[in-house]
Nanobody, 124 residues
Framework: VQLQASGGGLVQAGDSLSLSCQAS?????MGWFRRAPGKEREFVVS????????YYANSVEGRFTISKDNAKNAIYLQMNNLKPEDTAVYYC?????????????????????WGQGTLVTVSS
């Protein structure tokens, strides 16, 4: 499975931006991680494509919304009220099968497929 991410760009604090990720085949879980300059990769959001299970990082909950189109094997991330600390390269990630535990969604090591990354820059 290949993941093609798109979107991203340069915006000002308080603005909105959306990202898209298209998978070339069926997946069970899709989500987003990000890596800010000089920092470790961190979990952003993930969703089970076959259920309502969706998990957000505390730092983005209430501002970011993930949606999915199972027919297209795609997910979309709507990012509102962006902050300078949201500046990062955002990576789409996917796994073939749904995870058994909530904790598994948060761990990058459980995702087999990764997109190329798309840069989001939020200026203050």
């Amino acid at each position: 499975v290949q993941l093609q991410a798109s979107g991203g760009g340069l915006v000002q604090a308080g603005d909105s931006l959306s990202l898209s990720c298209q998978a070339s085949g069926r997946t069970g879980v899709m989500g987003w991680f990000r890596r800010a300059p000089g920092k470790e990769r961190e979990f952003v959001v993930s969703t089970n494509l076959n259920s309502a299970r969706t998990y957000y990082a505390n730092s983005v909950e209430g501002r970011f919304t993930i949606s999915k189109d199972n027919a297209k094997n795609a997910i979309y991330l709507q990012m509102n009220n962006l902050k300078p600390e949201d500046t990062a390269v955002y990576y789409c990630a996917a796994a073939s099968r749904p995870f058994a535990s909530m904790r598994a969604y948060y761990s990058a090591g459980n995702y087999v497929y990764w997109g190329q990354g798309t840069l989001v820059t939020v200026s203050s």
